[in-house]
């Protein structure tokens, strides 16, 4: 039974590195530029569509996850004052950026860590290369991290002969069949167990012979696998899900124990955190680990919360460096209408309630930040023209369900102002076709007996209808067909009805 996504054509320079191992056992491969690789939007939500095993799969998971978090959300009273709270936790971190990230430099510094400040993805990966070269390893444990799959981390290490091992269950199987991850929280959603089993025996050199598709027997390979690597590695790179500027504390929360044993059993750790990932306080953790695991995985509370300060003698990793990563940010947060998109938290709620992303996974968005995060978040961290802005119905359901209330809708309209602004300028061969077929339509609609006989061409489209649905059209119609259905048109016009209807009065 296959659940993939799919490779979709690959727009040119795009995809996957030619180096790149190429994608088995359904996986997409892993690409040049993890914030814009694959085909556009359209072409591989068609692909996603067309696989129902997918559709099913996803349907399933967001059901579950959507139905936990609202039943442990509606338990918490003042739910609203804490989205509240956290909006303006964070919208205060945001104005006062350069300020708190020199504060907590400074407190990192004075607990015994280093900080490194990275303007881009290149930057990083030299810094965290260069601090894995220093301790003379050649393999790291790594906890999931967003920032380091958005700079491509892995892929820059294995160029300097370093493995990087995903301890995340989830990262793990994505990482082994040499995919992407489709889902902030369950990177491997997409996948079924039959297909996890396959990749363990055919990518896991330690999984036992006889390896069923059962749940906890999967577990317990990786497991054991796991354990292996967490016991010999001497550095570990970590996320971070907050950076407490005042005291210099870092916190990771996660719900598989990986994270801990990473943070906690290497000499060495290197942390990689967008410069967002801030709060002021201690205490304004308080509103965060109250609003991310309910809002993610639909728990009352996350299993494992880590938190570090610095190093601390005889105990722990006894270096400590944070990478402070930049990589678009500054130029997101000088942006007054989509700088909001920077209060996320990463707790892929938006992407459960999303009527697109349920439908066509991941991978269509063509980047590590899916969904309707990943349609405002993309297009500003690479400043490129982009179809993300819509991929959305503009339902609104996203805004409903964000603990720190970014309004992803009003955003999204804001970045399709700015496409339609862009393609003005320069318009496209479909801007062109849509402007002639305006054209086309006033002319017909300017007069009446023109406009009659412009109506019966509709209906001879009926001819190649199946179902009531016409799935194809010749070009200039494929531009509209390409993304959607268009229903059969009616076998008679307003028109015709209504002479009908006054010729038998
Ligand atoms: S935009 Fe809001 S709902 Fe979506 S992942 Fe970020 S914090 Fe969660």
Redesign the pocket.
């Known amino acids: 039974m296959s659940t993939f996504l799919g490779m979709p054509a690959m727009r040119a320079g795009r995809g996957p590195s030619p180096d790149a191992a190429p994608g088995t056992l359904g996986g997409v491969g892993r690409p040049e530029d993890p914030l814009h690789w694959g085909a556009t939007f359209p072409d591989a939500a068609k692909a996603a569509l067309e696989n129902e095993q997918l559709r099913r799969n996803l349907g399933n998971a967001t059901r579950t996850i959507r139905t936990k978090r609202a039943r442990v959300v509606g338990e918490v009273p003042d739910w609203e004052a804490l989205r509240d709270a956290g909006s303006a936790i964070k919208a205060d971190v945001l104005a006062r950026l350069p300020e708190l990230l020199e504060t907590l430099e400074r407190n990192v510094t004075a607990r015994g860590g280093v900080v490194h400040w990275a303007r881009d993805a290149a930057e990083a990966n030299r810094i965290v290369a260069d601090l894995v070269r220093a301790k003379e390893t050649d393999e790291v444990v790594k906890v999931k991290s967003m920032a380091t799959q958005e700079i491509g981390l892995n892929e820059a290490l294995a160029e300097e002969g370093i493995a990087a091992v995903e301890t995340d269950l989830a990262e793990l199987i994505v990482q082994l069949a040499d995919d992407m991850p489709s889902h902030?929280l369950v990177p491997a959603i997409h996948r079924n167990r039959t297909e996890i089993r396959d990749i363990f025996l055919e990518r896991m050199a330690d999984a036992p012979p006889d390896l069923t598709d059962v749940p906890r027997e999967l577990a317990m390979a990786a497991r054991a696998h796991l354990r292996r690597k967490f016991l010999s590695a001497k550095v570990a790179i970590s996320g971070a899900n907050f950076a407490v500027a005042d005291t210099g504390t870092l916190a990771v929360v996660e719900s598989e124990g990986n994270g801990r044993m990473c943070l906690t059993l290497p000499e060495t750790l290197i942390t990689v955190m967008g410069i967002e990932k801030l709060v002021p306080t201690f205490d304004d953790l308080e509103v965060f680990l109250q609003l991310l695991p309910r809002?993610s995985t639909g728990e009352r509370m996350n299993p494992y919360t880590s938190m570090w300060t610095g190093v601390t003698p005889g105990d722990g990793p006894q270096e400590f460096h944070l990478v402070l990563l930049d990589n678009g940010r500054t130029k997101v947060l000088a942006d007054e209408a989509g700088r909001s998109a920077l209060?996320?938290?990463?707790?892929?709620?938006?992407?459960n309630v999303c009527p697109v992303y349920e439908r066509v996974g991941g991978h269509a968005y063509g980047s590590v930040y899916p969904?309707?995060?990943g349609a405002i978040l993309t297009p500003q961290l690479t400043g490129e023209k982009s179809d993300l802005p819509y991929a959305s119905t503009l339902c609104g359901a996203?805004y409903e369900?964000?603990?720190?209330k970014?309004d992803?809708p009003s955003i999204l309209v804001e970045l399709r102002a700015r496409e339609v602004a862009l393609a003005g300028s320069a318009p496209d061969a479909g801007d062109r076709v849509w402007k002639a077929a305006m054209k086309a339509a006033s002319f017909a609609m300017a007069d009446g007996d023109r406009f009659r006989r412009a109506a019966r061409v509709p209906r001879a489209l009926r001819a190649i209808s199946r179902h009531g649905v016409i799935k194809r059209l010749p070009f200039p119609g494929s531009l509209w067909t390409r993304s959607r259905d268009l229903p059969e048109p009616p076998k008679q016009t307003f028109r015709d009805w209504w002479a009908e209807r006054e010729d038998e009065r």
């Open positions: 902030i809002s209060h996320c938290i990463r707790c892929s709620a938006c992407l969904g309707p995060i996203c369900v964000c603990p720190v970014i992803i």
